[in-house]
């Protein structure tokens, strides 16, 4: 799923591309897409863009006469940036967005249809939609950690919740916890104020320096390779591979359909997080170490 770097990525591109153009028509080409009745989506047509802006990981864009189009990707959603008139491709495509010099092409990929698309109208309609998290980077140390203890749960869950913290998803959660050396399983309510202000500076400092660093290997272009694995990522999506910091092998738990993804040198004390599954399944037999967990991969060889 696009997070507040992808995502702002997403805002640049499309300001240079399509700001203050005239949307011509939107072509719909999926049915799930459009969840809203009123205005209708041909209300935004001849309308011109006016801005655009970031609502937690949704892409708002402002068009005049107080008109609002509300987008959530999801998981699989991306946008596209086509000649004029492209045609929607059949399989993945939900939508297209026509301008003189282009057409911005939504798709989805897979059998699930999870994206999103709300046309509604005021400001006070657009608020809705907001789950309340904070953007950390306008929090002061005390705040956030005021935020990150108001309920108990694990650091990689409080990172995760929209309702606390704004735009931050499962990637960007494992790079700031490996970069903040703590653990993703430590509970809020155990965590230090030297710990939570640390979490703060390095927070701010993970999703900026991303942010910064996708726009400008983007350059001019249109963003044609949004993804959740990204080319010197410290943690996510590692499994196996060495970390970058110590060298021993990112570990990671896999839960529902998300996992973490931590190295256990710089983040648990060289311990293993207990995976749900195989913890199960290994029960008393599960290596509190990664030393352990090596001696019983290569008796399982022998």
């Known amino acids: 799923m696009p997070e507040l770097p992808d995502v702002e990525l997403y805002l640049s591109a499309l300001r240079s591309h399509v700001g203050g153009e005239r949307l011509n028509r939107a072509r719909l080409a ?11 989506l041909d ?3 001849g309308r011109r863009v006016e801005g655009f802006e970031r609502l937690g990981k949704r892409i708002v864009w402002r068009f005049e006469d107080d008109l609002f189009a509300v987008i959530h990707l999801m998981i699989a959603g991306r946008l596209r940036w086509r000649e004029p008139g492209a045609a929607i491709p059949g399989k993945v495509g939900l939508l297209a967005l026509d301008f003189d010099k ?3 092409l939504m798709t989805e990929a897979g059998s699930r249809r999870q994206a999103s698309l709300h046309v509604v109208r005021g400001r006070a ?23 990150l203890r108001r ?56 999703l900026d320096r991303w942010k910064q660093q996708l726009i400008e290997e983007n350059g001019p272009g249109f963003p044609e390779k949004v993804t959740a694995f990204r080319e010197g990522m410290a943690a996510h999506g590692r499994y196996g591979k060495p970390c ?35 913890s199960r399944l290994l029960k008393r037999d599960w290596p509190s ?11 399982r060889k022998r």
């Open 125 to 147: 309609a657009v608020d809705a939609f907001d789950p309340g998290g904070a953007d950390v980077a306008s929090l002061t140390a005390d705040a956030f950690a005021g935020i």
């Open 30 to 40: 999926s049915p799930f897409l459009l969840r809203s009745v009123d205005p209708p």
């Open 43 to 45: 209300a935004l047509h």
């Open 151 to 206: 309920e108990n749960h694990t650091l990689k869950r409080a990172l995760t919740d929209p309702h606390l913290f704004s735009g931050i998803g499962n990637a960007y959660s494992d790079e700031i916890l490996h970069a903040a050396r703590l653990s993703p399983m430590k509970l809020t309510d155990a965590i230090t104020d030297d710990e939570a202000a640390a979490l703060h500076r390095v927070a701010i400092d993970v």
């Open 102 to 104: 282009g057409t911005i």
């Open 244 to 278: 970058p910091v110590c060298g021993t092998p990112i570990q990671r738990i896999v839960y529902a359909h998300n996992e973490a993804n931590y190295c256990p040198t710089c983040q648990t004390g060289g311990r293993l997080l207990a995976d749900r599954a195989l």
């Open 289 to 299: 170490n990664l030393d352990a967990f090596e001696r019983a991969k290569e008796a």
